[in-house]
T-cell receptor, first 115, second 113 residues
Framework: DSGVTQTPKHLITATGQRVTLRCSPRSGDLSVYWYQQSLDQGLQFLIQYYNGEERAKGNILERFSAQQFPDLHSELNLSSLELGDSALYFC??????????????FGPGTRLLVL | QKEVEQDPGPLSVPEGAIVSLNCTYSNSAFQYFMWYRQYSRKGPELLMYTYSSGNKEDGRFTAQVDKSSKYISLFIRDSQPSDSATYLCAPGGPQGGSEKLVFGKGTKLTVNP
């Protein structure tokens, strides 16, 4: 168990809808990362937050947004969902703001299916 | 050309075999090189981390980096059924003002008892 929790585990929704994925980092970790994993694209970095502030951006679509709250939990909002958004969404956390050079601890993921 | 290329396999070996997993990358800015292991229906977990060219050993696992040819390898000696997982190489470095990892697509390994 990495200490990172994600809810929900599974989500089934329809095209055009909006969903919110939630992540709680390990105790003491200030950075939260969001990743999307699909069979054809692999694990793609979306965005990093450090202590409430956006720190780095990856391949995140404009329909997607995220935030990190004062208690350090984070939410990833996906809107106007398309079939191609079906994927596993992982949250990871690390101690500091060094990003890729730090050990990232991954949660169990949220499996999103858009029908 | 993709930033990180990794043979997706799948790779199936008998227990006790030596396994070689490989990646190539194109970005010369990459400064550190990680291998993550992902069991089925779980999140990835860090397995090995190296900063420089050369070899780094940890038990049955050896990570090898050749920066001149932009080639990353992970060797598993005396492979065990518990090593069955997907292995993701992840080089990283400064990109756009922050430090980022770029993951390969992963190689699925099955070790048969």
């Amino acid at each position: 168990d990495s200490g990172v929790t994600q809810t929900p585990k599974h989500l089934i929704t329809a095209t055009g809808q909006r969903v919110t994925l939630r992540c709680s980092p390990r105790s003491g970790d200030l950075s939260v990362y969001w990743y999307q994993q699909s069979l054809d694209q692999g694990l793609q970095f979306l965005i990093q937050y450090y202590n409430g502030e956006e720190r780095a951006k990856g391949n995140i679509l404009e329909r997607f947004s995220a935030q990190q709250f004062p208690d350090l939990h984070s939410e990833l909002n996906l809107s106007s969902l398309e079939l191609g958004d079906s994927a596993l969404y992982f949250c990871a956390s690390s101690v500091g703001l060094a990003g890729g050079s730090e050990t990232q601890y991954f949660g169990p993921g949220t499996r999103l299916l858009v029908l | 050309q993709k930033e990180v290329e990794q043979d997706p396999g799948p790779l199936s070996v008998p227990e006790g075999a030596i396994v070689s997993l490989n990646c190539t990358y194109s970005n010369s800015a990459f400064q550190y090189f990680m291998w993550y292991r992902q069991y089925s229906r779980k999140g990835p977990e860090l397995l090995m981390y190296t900063y420089s060219s050369g070899n780094k050993e940890d038990g049955r696992f050896t990570a090898q980096v050749d920066k001149s040819s932009k080639y990353i390898s992970l060797f598993i000696r005396d492979s065990q059924p518990s090593d069955s997982a997907t292995y993701l190489c992840a080089p990283g470095g400064p990109q756009g003002g922050s430090e980022k990892l770029v993951f390969g697509k992963g190689t699925k390994l099955t070790v048969n008892p």
